[in-house]
């Protein structure tokens, strides 16, 4: 679907009519999810990448779920060579525990070298910048042979995972210049460069349609979440433009499917609905079909990222993050491994309101 054949539905006053339309008429209760039960809900303890979930999590009755980071070149080594060894123990470890299993593989910060040599071979351009006195490079996100290739890997983790009820919820992105979370680097200078490459928002959004499909078809019985942001008018039609046409052709495409995510909950986000043109109001328009993650992690910052850098108390800072983000009506919040564990009483409270007890 092109972006022109969206334009009836994207009037930000409508959007939530045509949601709401959209899903009497395919019959959909809001709240069901794939494998038949209710939208998941809850605490998800968020560790780092190739970590190890570790027993205070795993014994926390106060949390419903692990977000499991990992690396595809560490699945995928090789091209069709798939190790899971370790993703095998760590899923089925949560499971023994109870708990549900979120998955996300890092397809950008942890891109297999085979990958970005295959691009070269073919011709393919990569996008280059500079951020915190480091290079990145990444094959631009329409790139053919790089969706391919992101693509056999996603149909691999399905035929793996999908038929593991632990599994109830998958990742998925397409504008993701580093991390899982969305990022399209657009100061002046980049723009530029995006536009030399031939950056065009049809593209971008044929490659996010194709990711979306390759993840659903993947793993029929799991939510696929799909973490949003904006990016410059100098890109697009508007900062929200990419995101909001997206998540609503993935709800009209994928009924009662698409789990529409915001990454950076904080105490300083606008308050809900939020502001015309942000992240949250897309997110605000998808409930009750949406998820939020925390910016980063209060305990031991001296940076106080999550309070923008003016010096707050863990507990309170989490619990101000959070408490915007249950105003959203998100059904879990991703919560970092060690405020999970060291921060029970928030924790406790956190989940209790989005579980509506």
Not at 138 to 167: C, Q, R
Not at 318 to 340: M, P, R, S
């Amino acid at each position: 679907m092109s972006a022109n054949s969206l334009t009836s539905i994207l009037n930000p006053f409508s959007i939530r009519a045509n949601f709401f339309t959209g899903l009497v008429c395919a019959g959909l209760l809001a709240g069901s999810s794939a494998w038949g039960g209710r939208i998941p809900q809850g605490v998800f303890s968020l560790g780092n990448s190739g970590n190890p979930v570790p027993p205070q999590v795993l014994h926390n009755p106060n949390v419903t779920g692990c977000s499991i980071r990992y690396g595809w070149k560490d699945i995928e080594p090789t091209e069709g060579d798939f190790q899971w060894d370790w993703l095998d123990g760590e899923v089925a470890k949560v499971a023994a525990a109870g708990k549900q299993v979120l998955l996300r593989i890092m397809t950008q910060s942890a891109r297999p070298g085979w990958v970005s040599k295959a691009v070269q071979k073919h011709g393919g351009s990569f996008f280059t910048w500079e951020d915190g006195g480091e290079t990145y490079s990444i094959p631009v996100f329409w790139e053919p042979t790089y969706l391919d290739k992101k693509k056999n890997m996603i149909a691999a983790l399905g035929a793996h995972f999908s038929e593991n009820p632990a599994v109830t919820i998958v990742t998925a992105s397409f504008a993701n210049a580093r991390s899982e979370d969305w990022n399209v680097p657009h100061t002046p200078e980049l723009v530029d460069q995006w536009l030399s490459l031939g950056y065009t928002s049809d593209l971008m959004l044929d490659a996010g349609q194709q990711i979306i499909d390759a993840t659903m078809e993947a793993f029929p019985h799991q939510d696929v979440a799909l973490s949003i942001g904006t990016s410059g008018t100098e890109l697009d039609p508007s900062p929200d433009y990419l995101a909001r046409t997206t998540t609503v052709w993935a709800w009209n495409a994928w009924p009662g499917r698409l789990l529409t995510q915001v990454s950076s909950l904080s105490t300083f986000i606008p308050p809900a609905p939020g502001d015309k043109g942000s992240a949250w109001a897309v997110l605000w328009n998808m409930t009750p079909q949406a998820g939020a993650q925390m910016v980063f992690r209060c305990i031991n910052d001296p940076e106080y990222i999550v309070n923008h850098g003016v010096p707050i108390d863990p507990a309170l800072a989490l619990t101000e993050a959070t408490d915007l983000g249950i105003a959203y009506k998100v059904n879990y919040i991703e919560i970092y491994q060690i405020d999970v564990i060291n921060l029970p009483k928030v924790i406790k409270d956190v989940q209790a309101s989005l579980l509506g007890l």
